[in-house]
Nanobody, 124 residues
Framework: QVQLVESGGGLVQAGDSLRLSCAASGTMYAMAWFRQAPGKEREFAAGISWSGTTTYYADAVKGRFTISRDSAKNTVYLQLNSLKPEDTAVYYC????????????????????WGQGTQVTVSS
């Protein structure tokens, strides 16, 4: 079973930036970041295809967050800019351990590997 380990979370002020990393212990195909705010359901934030050529963002983060990957390092990143208090959440990395075509990046059921999460707190 491939393991995913997130890092890079923290406490920042509104307008600041953070860079989250997710290191996989093996090959991952499509990957994504989801987040869960207190008292809310988990929601999709950003996804990236195996090749890295296709990315997809939730409307709430579009233009502020950037997902990227380094396949040689089995690592995916999420750059969070212009952070807002409403971005406060636990951020989870997700990945596909088996290659499938026609991936719907924002669908949680596409992913069979999940990390433990990293907390991002944005103060106003």
């Amino acid at each position: 079973q491939v393991q995913l380990v997130e890092s890079g979370g923290g406490l920042v002020q509104a307008g600041d930036s953070l860079r989250l990393s997710c290191a996989a212990s093996g090959t991952m195909y499509a990957m994504a970041w989801f987040r869960q705010a207190p008292g809310k359901e988990r929601e999709f934030a950003a996804g990236i295809s195996w090749s890295g050529t296709t990315t997809y963002y939730a409307d709430a983060v579009k233009g502020r967050f950037t997902i990227s990957r380094d396949s040689a390092k089995n690592t995916v990143y999420l750059q969070l800019n212009s952070l807002k208090p409403e971005d406060t959440a636990v951020y989870y990395c997700a990945g596909q351990s088996k290659l499938r075509l026609g991936v719907i990046l924002h669908r949680g059921s596409e992913y069979d590997c999940w990390g433990q999460g990293t907390q991002v707190t944005v103060s106003s």
